[in-house]
């Protein structure tokens, strides 16, 4: 399932609820990598202790990451994970054009999430797209 041992351990270091989000908000990266033309192979990596994903091999998209949100108190137990794109792309101000109602977005670099809401996934599906395919689009 992973090929780096450290992106790994930071899915098995999230609580269970967290974990099983961001499997699937990883599962959505790669699944709309392999149907999308001209992104190719997505390279899972970590970033600021967060897992990446990036179109290394033909450089079509913006970096996208996945993880949780940290609470304050260390004692408190996340309730909230986040998709972040580059902040200096355009991308959530694009999502916030095209899905003022479906998300809840941090400032110009997140997607967020509670843990109790309804991904809307074709929409979703659609974020993830635009970024892996930024290079690509943003000259057109």
Excluded at 35 to 56: A, I
Excluded at 78 to 96: D, G, P
Excluded at 135 to 140: F, V, W
Aim: hydrophobic share 35%.
């Amino acid at each position: 399932m992973f090929t780096d041992k450290n992106v790994e351990a930071v899915f098995q270091g999230y609580s269970t609820n967290i974990k099983e989000r961001c499997l699937l908000l990883r599962e959505l990266i790669f699944d709309v990598a392999t149907k999308t033309k001209g992104v190719g192979e997505v390279t899972e990596t970590l970033k600021w202790g967060q897992t990446s994903y990036l179109t290394l091999a033909t450089k079509s998209g913006s970096t996208i990451r996945i993880g949780e949100i940290k609470q304050k108190n260390k004692k408190d137990l996340s309730r909230q994970y986040a998709i972040y794109f580059h902040c200096q792309t355009n991308l959530v101000e694009t999502f916030k054009v095209l899905f003022p109602t479906q998300f809840k977005y941090q400032g110009h670099r997140a997607i967020v999430f509670d843990l109790d809401d309804e991904i809307a996934i074709k929409e979703l599906r659609y974020c993830i797209e635009l970024a892996l395919t930024y290079h690509l689009n943003k000259n057109t």
